[in-house]
T-cell receptor, first 110, second 114 residues
Framework: ELKVEQNPLFLSMQEGKNYTIYCNYSTTSDRLYWYRQDPGKSLESLFVLLSNGAVKQEGRLMASLDTKARLSTLHITAAVHDLSATYFCAESISNNDMRFGAGTRLTVKP | NAGVTQTPKFQVLKTGQSMTLQCAQDMNHEYMSWYRQDPGMGLRLIHYSVGAGITDQGEVPNGYNVSRSTTEDFPLRLLSAAPSQTSVYFC?????????????FGNGTRLTVT
């Protein structure tokens, strides 16, 4: 079965700590996307990773892509409360279609 | 710039009723799609379209119909609502053929079928 697996599904962190969310996908896609969703809200795009070895950073978040291992990571550095949200990775299936992971619900505690 | 607009925001239906979820975008995106979001399952693709007059099925199309008569609009029709269709529905759009184009999502429609 083709699927996208994220882990962990739930993550509770202390402010100031570092952590990594993992995303394993099943196809040979070379495009991987990360989205953020706040409770009760829509999804917003965080990163678009387009090739093997791609690395993108925005503030305290850094995403990377290893197409050979079919693995993407979202690294959180020195977490702050504002990062609390659900994070989804999604692989490109065809055209603009995407297959989403189940999401990682991140809670950052003071 | 409105982006992707979905209506209604909330809807309660009885089993067997039909309804249409509306989606409109003003970004001139060729690609539009409908996803449903259920707890613990991420988002699953229902139907998509790569341009006016062209639609296709996604992962979970049963019980839903779509049409694309204009570039801007992509309504989703529930033919005979069932409790299993209780979910949050998101419409999304993007450019076709641009590898750097993520999906732009609407604010969602929360549907409850009793």
């Amino acid at each position: 079965e083709l699927k996208v697996e994220q882990n962990p599904l739930f993550l509770s962190m202390q402010e100031g700590k570092n952590y990594t969310i993992y995303c394993n996908y099943s196809t040979t896609s070379d495009r991987l996307y990360w989205y953020r969703q706040d409770p009760g809200k829509s999804l917003e795009s965080l990163f678009v990773l387009l090739s093997n070895g791609a690395v993108k950073q925005e503030g305290r978040l850094m995403a990377s892509l290893d197409t050979k291992a079919r693995l993407s990571t979202l690294h959180i550095t020195a977490a702050v409360h504002d990062l609390s949200a659900t994070y989804f990775c999604a692989e490109s299936i065809s055209n603009n279609d995407m297959r989403f992971g189940a999401g990682t619900r991140l809670t950052v505690k003071p | 710039n409105a982006g992707v607009t979905q209506t209604p925001k909330f809807q309660v239906l009885k089993t067997g009723q039909s309804m249409t979820l509306q989606c409109a975008q003003d970004m001139n995106h060729e690609y539009m799609s409908w996803y449903r979001q259920d707890p613990g399952m991420g988002l699953r693709l229902i139907h998509y379209s790569v341009g006016a007059g062209i639609t296709d099925q996604g992962e979970v199309p049963n019980g839903y119909n779509v049409s694309r008569s204009t570039t801007e609009d992509f309504p989703l029709r529930l033919l005979s609502a069932a409790p299993s269709q209780t979910s949050v529905y998101f419409c999304a759009s993007s450019y076709v053929g641009s590898y750097n184009s993520p999906l732009h999502f609407g604010n969602g429609t929360r549907l409850t079928v009793t």
